[in-house]
């Protein structure tokens, strides 16, 4: 079946600018989680959906970082007032939720750059 | 609070070499464990995962075995290839309740020909 997808692959910004990612997660997965993932480091967790329930984001670095999920679909995470410090790959993953719940199946994520 | 600690990289090896990247962890409770691949230019990859102590999980000729008496899981691979060049994270998800996994840093392999 289809994997997460996210989109676009490619962003270039200029500083101060806001930015929308989008990430489609495989169907059914109520588990939605967004990372950042900065040139040659791990990954830094940022937010978390489950199903209806209130994200936990007590990841996002700063309130000029907020994201969004529909239900149990699409989500996005913008980015407002873009810093050059904000470049960086961003990913999304999706967790089933029973089952595989622990394993998290991830998008091809977004490379941002800010110039 | 959970933690996860992986050797640092890049580890450099000729194909066909044996290969061991270290994996140890902090965690209360009874965490799951998990290697994730990244390739160039793509997203994290589930590589095998032990969700028990004593377990052994294996893939593409890679193991690790959940250890734990030394809260360990160390990931080996007895004849890597050019195409395993990666980097590779280690993770817990912990069963305390946090739904959130850990990852390591992620330790770059490099497979010379």
């Known amino acids: 079946g289809a994997g997460v997808s996210q989109s676009p692959s490619n962003k270039v910004t200029e500083k101060g600018k806001d930015v929308e990612l989008r990430c489609d997660p495989i169907s059914g997965h109520t588990a939605l989680y967004w990372y950042r993932q900065r040139l040659g480091q791990g990954l830094e967790f940022l937010i978390y959906f489950q199903g209806n329930s209130a994200p936990d984001k007590s990841g996002l670095p700063s309130d000029r970082f907020s994201a969004e999920r529909t239900g149990e679909s699409v989500s996005t995470l913008t980015i407002q007032r873009t810093q050059q410090e904000d470049s960086a790959v961003y990913l999304c993953?999706?967790?089933?939720?029973?089952?595989?719940?622990?394993?998290?199946?991830f998008g091809p994520g977004t490379r941002l750059t800010v110039l | 609070g959970d933690s996860v600690t992986q050797m640092e990289g890049p580890v450099t090896l000729s194909e066909e070499a044996f290969l061991t990247i270290n994996c140890t962890y902090t965690a209360t409770g009874y965490p799951s464990l998990f290697w994730y691949v990244q390739y160039p230019g793509e997203g994290l990859q589930l590589l095998l995962k032990?969700?028990?102590?004593?377990d052994k999980g294996s893939n593409k000729g890679f193991e690790a075995t959940y250890r734990k008496e030394t809260t360990s899981f160390h990931l080996e691979k007895g004849s890597v290839q050019v195409s395993d060049s990666a980097v590779y994270f280690c993770a817990l998800s912990s069963s305390g309740g946090s739904y959130i996994p850990t990852f390591g840093r992620g330790t770059s392999l490099i497979v010379h020909p």
């Open positions: 993953a999706s967790s089933p939720q029973s089952g595989d719940s622990d394993t998290q199946y």
């Open positions: 032990a969700t028990k102590a004593d």
